[in-house]
């Protein structure tokens, strides 16, 4: 486990992360306003009755845990999930990635297929792109996919 001291400096909050077999951390995001806490709804149905399909992910600004993949030569994190507010962009996720990792070069990919906008929000991708309640996001020092 990190230290205070080490979470302090990548931003991360390390006082939600689980036991080791399925550690997730938060990433810095905005404060909200009267919530303690950045949990996942469960629930599968919007207000006025028009609900989706249970298990159908839905467009919310809810967290969303993100998988960091090591491709090629990149290096390994010793911690590689993590959860996001569904409201902030890719760039975000990418930034703290550049941070772990200590570089200013990198290629990124959704499922080992492509390279998403940095502009695209991270409840837009998992909505999409989301594998098994997760949203994978490879990486790789060298461009690994077209």
Known sequence: MESAESSA????????????????STLPGP?????ASQTQS?????????????GTPQRSTGSVVVLFKATGGAPILKQSKFKIQ????????????????????????????FAPSMDELISTLYESYGLEGKLVV???ITPAWG
Request: aromatic share 8%; no cysteine.
């Open 31 to 35: 404060p909200e306003d009267g919530a």
């Open 86 to 113: 569904g409201s902030e962009k890719f760039s975000k996720a990418v930034d703290f990635l550049r941070k772990l990792i200590h570089r200013d070069s990198l290629f990124v990919y959704l499922n080992s297929a």
């Open 42 to 54: 469960d629930h599968t149905s919007q207000p006025g009755g028009a609900g989706q399909a249970e």
């Open 138 to 140: 490879n990486y790789s």
């Open 9 to 24: 400096s990548t931003g991360v909050d390390m006082t939600d992360a689980k036991p080791p077999s399925a550690q997730e």
